[in-house]
């Protein structure tokens, strides 16, 4: 398996613009995580999925920002519209059915919103 | 809901010195542990986990960390720092009630030659 993969590897885009980042977990991992890392805040959960379903999104930002899961091999994050505040690394990590297995983690997205 | 606080945001050791960072978990249920590591513009790796078996955990690249339930820690350690480990690590911490993992804020090691 080729691991978490993400895309775009990096964006930069302007504010008010919109952003969709994509990730391609692990085939048959069944829970899917969207990270945010920043020098300020660290690693900060936004939000997860278990067999496509949304479990906790309470680490969402703002209503800007949403995620969905259309199937077992696709995730999307959106910010919209996006702020410079915004910038940061997306990492996107899938795990497998049992809770304590490791977390694969994609490379990350690089978002700049100038 | 569980944490993880991670002491120290930068720690600097001599190569071949012992490396110790330390974690401590927050949790009202038994705890699942992990330490990952970060290379620069990468993703993050898992080095060991914790998971309920022996407390003395052994990792890759010569790390290991011991949960002390009774200090609620998870420090990792390496008896002999190398260049290579130059890296940022997160302690992490998961448990039955959910799938969550959350991380700590890293901390940053720096090996002096």
């Known amino acids: 398996d080729a691991g978490v993969i993400q895309s775009p590897r990096h964006e930069v885009t302007e504010m008010g613009q919109e952003v969709t980042l994509r990730c391609k977990p692990i085939s048959g991992h069944n829970s899917l995580f969207w990270y945010r890392q920043t020098m300020m805040r660290g690693l900060e959960l936004l939000i997860y999925f278990n067999n496509n379903v949304p479990i906790d999104d309470s680490g969402m930002p703002e209503d800007r920002f949403s995620a969905k899961m259309p199937n077992a091999s696709f995730s999307t994050l959106k910010i919209q519209p996006s702020e410079p505040r915004d910038s940061a690394v997306y990492f996107c990590?899938?795990?497998?059915?049992?809770?304590?297995?490791?977390?694969?983690f994609g490379q990350g997205t690089r978002l700049t919103v100038v | 809901a569980q944490s993880v606080t991670q002491l120290g945001s930068h720690v600097s050791v001599s190569e071949g010195a012992l490396v110790l960072l330390r974690c401590n978990y927050s949790?009202?249920?038994?705890?699942?542990l992990f330490w990952y590591v970060q290379y620069p513009n990468q993703g993050l790796q898992l080095l060991l986990k914790?998971?309920?078996?022996?407390?003395l955990v052994k990792g890759i690249n010569g790390f290991e960390a011991e949960f002390k339930k009774s200090e609620t820690s998870f420090h990792l350690t390496k008896p002999s720092a190398h260049m290579s480990d130059a890296a940022e690590y997160f302690c992490a911490v998961s448990d039955l009630r959910d799938d969550k993992i959350i991380f700590g804020k890293g901390t940053r090691l720096h090996i002096l030659p």
């Open positions: 949790s009202s249920v038994p705890p699942y």
């Open positions: 914790y998971t309920s078996a022996a407390t």
């Open positions: 990590a899938s795990t497998g059915d049992r809770w304590n297995t490791e977390a694969f």
